[in-house]
């Protein structure tokens, strides 16, 4: 194996993404690349994989990956010179209530913006698209004209062959058994020799959690079985094809949760039924060694009803002889989204695997993974795929509940107050049980347990209540009223979870200075940093706190724990060490205007001290906490950190002085008036600092990654401009990414709205063109189809601009 003793990149798996990833490389001129495949390309799920390609997603960054591939695909034939059977048939998504309208017609203005023209059908119109289909029942349908199928068998070859064409190489049934770090450079074990590379890839499909160990990783992923039939030539749909000269479009009953392909001149069916099974997790079903080319036997008992209810939405299937059944293995994430970018905590290692839609994502999957190796950044914020948004914790039950919660509801709605109830109560808060019985509604961020609202006695709590998109519900008043309270009097808010680095050593200070864009506070305060990519684009968030420069505290998000501690020990010197204390501290926030009144008697600490000032050796009701004086609310306020076995006696006293207890929600609410950015939401890698707002924290007067980038784009001007907007007050709050439009065009999109329940009336806050971005500029937002008037208000706060409040 001599001549292929090196690399640049060696990518671990020849399925279509592993393909892709090579293909891309190549293509952004990284030709020194790898493929190493333990058996023949495609002998893992892709090889079974019904090829189906849709562009729909409820997520705006895998729904611009899929759209890639659909646009990669059309023309990938022609590009490799290579014969592609790839079917451009459309799709017609079928839709059983008003809710279900309500999803298809935010995932239109979503298609819209990203150059997409999808289309709401109603129910007399369904049959002008698929004459065959039932639609007595119906609230519409959702028309997708990009929609098709492929052969993922060709698929995979031409992207394999596309990468050959531009010099990058691939060495079939050569598994990798082992891999080391030298400190330089990936040394990896295979049978025809040891391969040395700069960079790894693991896209090693349903074997990536084997592949992962020998990276010290314990991937989170399990392993679901997937069957879809394939029926005989029924006469009516040869006819239609000859008459057409065509194929019907792909049929999805999202509802009752299958897709109906024609196949040549029958049909394929493809059921993700709630009586799922999960394969290889107990010691009966171990993982195989080798699974190539293999099937699970058939199971049919648990597709019955919906076999049955196919047959009742196209009779014409009944007509239809069973010829096949597929049954195959297909890798599950614990939230069904794939691994795409950095391998946590690993040097010059990144993820391509766990696809559950393999087919549909691998040209888009290709194209980010190649820019995560060669640029270090992604066109698009691909934090749904991120593999640093699973933290460790994630154990095989987890994955194993999880994954098959997701496949049994794979078509399901994810309503914005809705807890899936699979696995929880996996990481709890010292008090959660004295939460609970407040009546909060918990949900989990990073695994952690936190109360969205208190409900009352009486309250609807059930999963049937939460099945909306809009606002109205038991959690509306008691919202409302948690808001109440933290502007007239004081709340307080049980805070689980909160990322805590420490940085200690000599140059601790001066590194973490090098990485970020702002000023780091002086010692004994605490301030926000704002971290950029060389393109100057927000990468994170951090609240800052120095003991001294050889000592410096860091809190981020709960979710942001893998992927900031990653960006820090990015150069990490010789002699500064980087701990993570997440789990030993826990965080109370007291605020509101009577915050102080509540403390005082409770605390020997200094409230008089000013915004943004720490007393590391302050007592609250007796026990040693560090007192912080901020407020995520944007009120009076203050955070009390303190050891997790002090957090009873601190919450039980808070209580009995008069706080009143309140939830994410609330504050979500509260933060969205003050104009603070939330991460992965305002604050993403879609938007620059300049973009976002966040000029006041650059320190242009010394060298950070990005400077070059900004400094050119401030010369020239801003395209965007963060702003927020007061929305005119439907029945549902703007989603994430929902549209501005202004003259009938799309000139901006909203990346986080809620209720303002001290100002009376929606907030947005959102990215608009720079030209529109004038106080009192009268614009519309688009809310699942609807477009409601809104008004730009300001750059920031529409609550206590002054900070007057906060300040007090």
């Not at 891999?179 to 295979?190: F, M």
């Not at 058939?298 to 002889?321: G, N, Q, S, T, Y």
Request: overall charge negative; glycine content about 10%; hydrophobic content about 40%.
């Amino acid at each position: 194996m001599t001549e292929f003793a090196s690399a640049r990149v060696v990518i671990i798996g020849g399925g279509a993404v592993g393909a892709s990833c090579l293909y891309h490389l190549a293509k952004a001129g990284w030709t020194d690349s790898l493929l190493l495949e333990k058996n023949e390309l495609t002998a893992g799920s892709t090889w079974h994989a019904a090829g189906n390609v849709p562009t729909f997603s409820a997520s705006w960054s895998i729904m611009n990956m899929q759209r890639y591939s659909a646009g990669l695909y059309r023309g990938l034939g022609a590009a490799v010179d290579y014969p592609m059977n790839y079917h451009v048939t459309g799709s017609v998504r079928l839709g059983h209530s008003p809710e279900r309208l309500q999803e298809f017609k935010r995932v239109v203005g979503m298609g819209r913006t990203q150059a997409m023209d999808l289309a709401i059908l109603g129910p007399d119109e369904i049959r002008s698209k698929y004459p065959f289909v039932e639609t007595h029942d119906l609230t519409g349908a959702l028309y997708d004209p990009y929609d098709g199928d492929i052969d993922p068998a060709q698929l995979t070859q031409a992207l394999a062959k596309g990468a050959r064409n531009l010099g990058a190489r691939v060495e079939r049934f050569c598994p990798v058994t082992d891999a080391r770090w030298t400190g330089t450079e990936w040394v990896l074990s295979t049978p025809k020799g040891e391969v040395r590379a700069e960079y790894v890839v693991n896209a090693a499909g349903y074997y990536a959690r084997e592949v992962a160990k020998m990276f010290n990783r314990n991937l989170p992923m399990m392993v679901m079985s997937h069957q879809y039939m394939l029926f005989d030539t029924i006469p009516e749909i040869a006819a239609y094809s000859a008459e057409t000269g065509g194929k019907l479009p792909l049929l999805r009953d999202v509802d009752s949760s299958y897709y109906l392909r024609q196949e040549k001149h029958g049909f394929n069916l493809g059921p993700y039924e709630a009586n799922c099974r999960a394969h290889w997790h107990t010691p009966d079903d171990p993982f195989p060694q080798d699974f190539s080319f293999q099937l699970f036997p058939d199971d049919l008992e648990r597709l019955e009803w919906h076999i049955a209810d196919a047959m009742a939405r196209v009779p014409l299937l009944e007509k239809a002889a069973l010829t096949k059944v597929i049954n195959g293995p297909i890798p599950y994430t614990p939230d069904g989204n794939p691994l795409i970018g950095p391998m946590p905590g690993v040097p010059n290692a990144f993820e391509a695997c766990v696809f559950t839609f393999g087919i549909c994502q691998a040209g888009g999957a290709g194209k980010v993974l190649a820019e995560w190796v060669t640029e270090g950044g992604t066109e698009w914020d691909m934090w749904s795929c991120d593999p640093r948004r699973f933290t460790g914790w994630e154990d095989e039950d987890y994955c194993v509940q999880k994954g098959m919660e997701v496949y049994g509801h794979e078509y399901g709605m994810h309503f914005p107050m809705a807890r899936w109830p699979a696995a929880p109560d996996r990481k709890l808060s010292p008090v959660h049980e004295s939460v609970k019985a407040l009546g909060g509604v918990m949900a989990p961020y990073n695994g952690w347990e936190r109360a969205e609202w208190f409900a009352m006695p009486g309250d609807d709590t059930s999963w049937e209540a939460t099945q909306t998109w809009n606002r109205a519900g038991p959690w509306e008043a008691r919202i409302a009223s948690e808001c109440a309270a933290v502007r007239d009097g004081a709340g307080v808010l049980d805070l689980p979870g909160f990322t805590r680095l420490r940085l200690s050593g000599p140059g601790a200070r001066a590194h973490l200075d090098s990485l970020t864009a702002s000023r780091l506070p002086p010692d004994g305060k605490i301030g926000l940093a704002y971290f950029a990519d060389d393109r100057g684009r927000i990468v994170t968030e951090m609240t800052v706190l120095p003991f001294n420069d050889e000592d410096i505290g860091v809190i981020t998000a709960a979710i942001a724990q893998k992927h900031d501690a990653d960006l820090i020990r990015r150069g990490l010197p010789e002699g500064v060490t980087l701990e993570d204390w997440s789990d030993r501290i826990h965080c109370f926030i007291v605020t509101g205007p009577k915050a102080r009144d509540i403390l005082a008697p409770i605390t020997d600490a200094d409230l008089t001290l000013p915004w943004l000032s720490i007393q590391y050796a302050a007592k609250v009701a007796g026990r040693n906490v560090a007192l912080v004086r901020v407020s995520f609310a944007g009120e009076l306020g203050w955070e009390i950190h303190c050891d997790r076995a002090d957090a009873p006696a601190i919450y039980g006293t808070l209580l009995q002085s008069g706080a009143v207890p309140f939830g994410m929600r609330a504050l979500n609410s509260l933060r969205i008036e003050k104009g603070y950015r939330a991460w992965k939401g305002d604050l993403s890698t879609d938007y620059s600092l300049l973009e976002g707002g966040l000029e006041r924290f650059i320190d242009w007067g010394k060298e950070f990654p990005g400077k070059p980038a900004l400094a050119a784009e401030k010369q020239r001007g801003v395209a965007k401009r963060f702003v927020a907007l007061k929305v005119a007050t439907g029945p549902a709050d703007p989603p994430y990414m929902a549209n501005l439009w202004h003259d009938d065009r799309i000139v901006g999109e909203v990346t986080s709205a809620a209720m303002g329940h001290r100002v009376g009336h929606v907030v947005a806050l959102g990215m608009l063109k720079a030209d529109l971005a004038v106080k009192g500029a009268a614009l519309e937002v688009e809310v699942y189809g609807e477009r409601l008037a809104a008004e730009v208000l300001g750059f920031g706060a529409v609550w206590d601009a002054k900070n007057e409040r906060i300040k007090a």
